[in-house]
């Protein structure tokens, strides 16, 4: 797909792009820089627009737009993109109604797109940039066709929902450095001031050896949507993608990847030999819970005497509750809502009161890379913190002691017939231990 180059400048001219070339050779290498997207060079300057296209117009998604269009002022959301046209002008409205972001929400008619394959026309419209906002399930895919059409992409969390999806983002992930994409991963805590303050001090070795970890995630559960008369299975469930495992990879996945991932980032980036646990449906059993569970409980061994335990549940009407907790030979570190914190031999609290959001803090931190030429690639730790997630769910679905390995090679692909809406989803069944098949 030929690129676009700024108005009014060469592509081969301009004080902006020699310095991005320079600092682009630094970063991935001289002969990478050739092949590096035309409409990149100009935005060194910090002057020139990045025109935004958002995919998947949930409330996530709209919460993505907002953060990009706050994290660079030359930054315009120019096209969005969702399966449901009422989503699409929810979202819209939304972005339209926020002072400080509505003057750079130019999404005219013909750069709203609607369907299953609205994704590729929003890829194929002139954006620079792709956000990644819609269910799990798609997300490998439409990674992968951002980056073969030369686009940045900010992605949210999970990335997968099986193993096939995984083994494809590692995939897309090494096809991006050699193009010298960026990809920027929506696991937030990476880009949290404290966390990284913590995860610093943690690898300088302020608690020692790591010798036990916990993660636990207790909450009450989100939205559910009923369904209306005239749904097609693949509507409703699309509708409802929450509750069905095809396409959130259950809730564990969908949002317990966040503790997986900074007991990872703790760990030095080392992830499980195996693993082992339960989980079951006991609170959450209702005819619009599709057929996920509510509870997993699951041990990750590492090997070397090293293991994570990891508990996570939606029951409504208990009490929450949701941290990481290391245990060192030198001390302890945990990050929860209420605190970020190491106690023992170097003890540290964070005690700024200007901590920014997060989720907008990796969107800052995007659009200042691009602007500076420094690569972000997140897309190795994305996946297999997505993977880990999934193993646990695997385990608990068959009742099998499963690998990494066995995990990151499973050929259960979680797909419908077709995507469209007379197409068939896989099968809404209950997992049952002893009796799901692994493979």
Same mark, same amino acid.
């Given at each position: 797909?030929?690129?676009?180059?700024?108005?009014?400048?060469?592509?081969?001219?301009?004080?902006?792009?020699?310095?991005?070339?320079?600092?682009?050779?630094?970063?991935?290498?001289?002969?990478?820089a050739a092949t590096l997207p035309i409409s990149r060079s100009a935005w060194a300057a910090g002057s020139d627009r990045i025109k935004i296209g958002l995919v998947g117009c949930g409330g996530r998604g709209s919460g993505a737009a907002a953060q990009a269009l706050r994290a660079d002022d030359g930054n315009e959301l120019v096209a969005v993109a969702d399966v449901f046209q009422d989503r699409l002008q929810l979202s819209l409205t939304t972005l339209q109604k926020q002072p400080d972001i509505k003057g750079r929400v130019k999404v005219d008619?013909?750069?709203?797109?609607?369907?299953?394959?609205?994704?590729?026309?929003?890829?194929?419209?002139?954006?620079?940039?792709?956000?990644?906002?819609?269910?799990?399930?798609?997300?490998?895919?439409?990674?992968?066709?951002?980056?073969?059409?030369?686009?940045?992409?900010?992605?949210?969390?999970?990335?997968?929902?099986?193993?096939?999806?995984?083994?494809?983002?590692?995939?897309?992930?090494?096809? #991006?450095?050699?193009?010298?994409?960026?990809?920027?991963?929506?696991?937030?805590?990476?880009?949290?001031?404290?966390?990284?303050?913590?995860?610093?001090?943690?690898?300088?070795? #302020?608690?020692?050896?790591?010798?036990?970890?916990?993660?636990?995630?207790?909450?009450?559960?989100?939205?559910?949507?009923?369904?209306?008369?005239?749904?097609?299975?693949?509507?409703?469930?699309?509708?409802?993608?929450?509750?069905?495992?095809?396409?959130?990879?259950?809730?564990?996945?969908?949002?317990?990847?966040?503790?997986?991932?900074?007991?990872?980032?703790?760990?030095?980036?080392?992830?499980?030999?195996?693993?082992?646990?339960?989980?079951?449906?006991?609170?959450?059993?209702?005819?619009?819970?599709?057929?996920?569970?509510?509870?997993?409980?699951?041990?990750?061994?590492?090997?070397?005497?090293?293991?994570?335990?990891?508990?996570?549940?939606?029951?409504?009407?208990?009490?929450?509750?949701?941290?990481?907790?290391?245990?060192?030979?030198?001390?302890?570190?945990?990050?929860?809502?209420?605190?970020?914190?190491?106690?023992?031999?170097?003890?540290?609290?964070?005690?700024?009161?200007?901590?920014?959001?997060?989720?907008?803090?990796?969107?800052?931190?995007?659009?200042?890379?691009?602007?500076?030429?420094?690569?972000?690639?997140?897309?190795?730790?994305?996946?297999?913190?997505?993977?880990?997630?999934?193993?646990?769910?695997?385990?608990?679905?068959?009742?099998?002691?499963?690998?990494?390995?066995?995990?990151?090679?499973?050929?259960?692909?979680?797909?419908?017939?077709?995507?469209?809406?007379?197409?068939?989803?896989?099968?809404?069944?209950?997992?049952?231990?002893?009796?799901?098949?692994?493979?």
């Amino acid at each position: 797909m030929k690129k676009e180059v700024p108005k009014n400048e060469s592509p081969l001219s301009s004080p902006s792009r020699r310095k991005f070339v320079v600092q682009s050779a630094t970063t991935v290498g001289a002969a990478m820089a050739a092949t590096l997207p035309i409409s990149r060079s100009a935005w060194a300057a910090g002057s020139d627009r990045i025109k935004i296209g958002l995919v998947g117009c949930g409330g996530r998604g709209s919460g993505a737009a907002a953060q990009a269009l706050r994290a660079d002022d030359g930054n315009e959301l120019v096209a969005v993109a969702d399966v449901f046209q009422d989503r699409l002008q929810l979202s819209l409205t939304t972005l339209q109604k926020q002072p400080d972001i509505k003057g750079r929400v130019k999404v005219d008619a013909a750069h709203q797109f609607v369907g299953f394959d609205a994704y590729q026309q929003l890829i194929g419209s002139g954006v620079d940039v792709v956000l990644l906002a819609t269910p799990p399930h798609f997300r490998p895919l439409q990674l992968r066709a951002c980056i073969d059409a030369g686009k940045h992409v900010f992605v949210e969390k999970p990335v997968a929902v099986d193993g096939p999806g995984v083994r494809s983002v590692l995939e897309t992930t090494k096809i #991006a450095a050699q193009k010298g994409l960026y990809i920027v991963s929506g696991l937030n805590t990476r880009y949290s001031h404290k966390a990284q303050e913590m995860m610093k001090r943690i690898h300088d070795g #302020a608690i020692g050896d790591i010798v036990s970890m916990n993660a636990v995630r207790y909450a009450n559960g989100v939205w559910t949507r009923a369904r209306q008369a005239g749904m097609t299975e693949m509507e409703y469930q699309m509708r409802n993608w929450y509750y069905f495992t095809w396409l959130s990879g259950d809730f564990n996945v969908e949002q317990f990847v966040h503790q997986l991932d900074q007991m990872a980032w703790a760990n030095g980036g080392k992830y499980p030999e195996r693993c082992f646990g339960t989980g079951g449906r006991q609170v959450r059993t209702g005819k619009d819970h599709g057929h996920i569970y509510d509870h997993f409980e699951t041990t990750y061994d590492y090997g070397n005497n090293l293991r994570a335990y990891a508990g996570t549940r939606h029951w409504k009407g208990c009490t929450p509750e949701s941290g990481t907790y290391l245990i060192g030979t030198k001390g302890t570190a945990s990050i929860t809502r209420r605190s970020t914190q190491i106690e023992g031999e170097n003890p540290w609290r964070w005690r700024s009161r200007k901590e920014v959001d997060s989720h907008q803090l990796e969107h800052d931190a995007f659009f200042a890379a691009l602007r500076s030429g420094n690569v972000i690639n997140n897309g190795e730790y994305m996946a297999k913190s997505t993977l880990m997630a999934i193993m646990a769910r695997m385990t608990a679905y068959t009742g099998k002691n499963l690998t990494w390995a066995e995990a990151l090679n499973s050929k259960e692909a979680l797909m419908p017939s077709a995507y469209t809406w007379q197409g068939e989803p896989p099968a809404a069944k209950v997992a049952v231990p002893g009796v799901t098949k692994f493979w």
